[in-house]
């Protein structure tokens, strides 16, 4: 696997439980914090446990090719993990944007957990703000096959289904 910028010798990397948010260099998966990664000194470089163990192996692998969007290759991004404990839904639908961007930017489908989802967050600032802008920037069909959303309420799954019917209906 050919990492984005630099390839590191994998005897230098060594497993940490992550503090920060993160992105592994290699295929661009969010590392949460609390999540297991391999990193060189203090944290740099880091790569998630799946491509430490495809490089250790010997594994490559083609991220462009579709017919590999298999189980392995899920993008799993966490509403709590992502939004954490803020308040503002501008800031909110920011890190949402952020997150959902480099999913979509690693060719995956997008396993969107929940989880932890209140009122509040779900609100058309913050629907605008995340949601709308990813539509904006890769067209309004970008998450008819590549997002799915686990650990869900029905309000919240009504209220995005419904934000992005609305969103194509006005676009056409």
Do not use: Q
């Not at 260099?25 to 914090?33: F, Q």
């Not at 991004?77 to 959902?100: D, H, Q």
């Amino acid at each position: 696997m050919a990492m984005r910028n630099k390839d590191h010798d994998l005897d230098l990397y060594h497993e940490v439980i992550s503090r920060n948010v993160c992105v592994c260099i290699a295929c661009g998966r969010i590392i949460g914090p609390g999540d297991r990664k391999y990193a060189l000194y203090k944290g740099r470089e880091p790569l998630c446990v799946d491509c430490y163990e495809d490089k250790r192996d010997g594994v490559e692998n083609d991220y462009d090719d579709p017919e590999l969007l298999t189980t392995r290759l899920k993008h799993n991004l966490s509403f709590r993990k992502v939004v954490g404990n803020v308040t503002s839904a501008v800031v909110a639908g920011r890190l949402m944007y952020v997150a959902l961007d480099r999913a979509i930017r690693s060719k995956r489908i997008i396993m969107l957990d929940m989880m932890g989802c209140n009122v509040d967050a779900m609100c058309p600032r913050f629907m605008d703000l995340s949601f709308g802008k990813i539509m904006d920037k890769y067209g309004a069909d970008i998450f008819d096959d590549r997002l799915s959303l686990m650990n869900v309420r029905s309000w919240v799954a009504d209220k995005i289904s419904k934000y992005i019917t609305e969103y194509k209906e006005d676009r056409k």
